[in-house]
């Protein structure tokens, strides 16, 4: 679901919950390289991954958990991006977020 707090025209998804991680994406103009944020625990922003190809943009996560994120990417990459552009399209495909909050 969108998170209202973060205003107009701004909202985060979450994309998955692995062990202590929150994989998210912001419905946020502007950003043409898709990507995805990741909080780690209590810490918010804690690195940024894109998705095509998946790599670290920025941030700091331990070797563990990067390989987990990287490899989440890696697996759902084609309905990553599809997300994506219905997020920056700013028509969520809301379907696809569940299914993606779901999957393996």
Known sequence: MGDPRLGRGFNAYLLRKVQRL???????????L???HVDHGREHHS????????KR?????????????LAWIAAHKD???AAWRSLQDGAPDM???A????GA
């Open 95 to 97: 379907a696809l977020l």
């Open 22 to 32: 929150k994989l998210k994406m912001y419905q946020e103009k502007g950003h043409p």
């Open 99 to 102: 299914e993606l909050r779901g």
């Open 34 to 36: 898709p990507h995805l």
């Open 79 to 81: 309905q990553l991006l």
């Open 47 to 54: 690195a940024s991954f894109s998705l095509d190809p998946p």
């Open 57 to 69: 943009l920025e941030g700091r996560l331990g070797s563990r958990e990067e390989a987990i994120v």
